[in-house]
Nanobody, 127 residues
Framework: QVQLVESGGGSVQAGGSLRLSCAAF????????MGWFRQAPGKEREGVVV???????IYADSVKGRFTISQDNAKNTLYLQMNSLKPEDTAMYYC?????????????????????WGQGTQVTVSS
């Protein structure tokens, strides 16, 4: 049974930083993708960044240059370093994982591509 557990959310002022973590349990694929999505109140869940097992990434334009995804395969943990945070980054942040079959092609920021989800961690940025 796959379980994704996020941590690291919190409240910060604009310009601050946070580091999110996602520990994956029961999940091990030779070819896989993991990613971060976020959902603000009243809005659709949107893709923030996705990474594949080869280290390829795709970022949303809104976070390029400010957010960095990384993964520690030994610890089966995904990270999201968020710098220069803005009030519009306020949302529930979700970790996602999927086997990412090769036929799917290049990485995409689509929530429908992901089968497994964490419970989310709240990030609040005040101005």
């Amino acid at each position: 049974q796959v379980q994704l557990v996020e941590s690291g959310g919190g409240s910060v002022q604009a310009g601050g930083s946070l580091r999110l973590s996602c520990a994956a349990f029961g999940y091990s694929y030779s070819n896989n993708c993991m990613g971060w999505f976020r959902q603000a109140p009243g809005k659709e869940r949107e893709g923030v960044v996705v990474i594949d097992s080869g280290g390829n990434t795709i970022y949303a334009d809104s976070v390029k240059g400010r957010f960095t995804i990384s993964q520690d395969n030994a610890k089966n943990t995904l990270y999201l370093q968020m710098n220069s945070l803005k009030p519009e980054d306020t949302a529930m942040y979700y970790c996602a994982a999927d086997p990412c079959p090769v036929y799917r092609g290049p990485l995409r920021l689509l929530r429908t591509d992901f089968a497994y989800w964490g419970q989310g961690t709240q990030v609040t940025v005040s101005s």
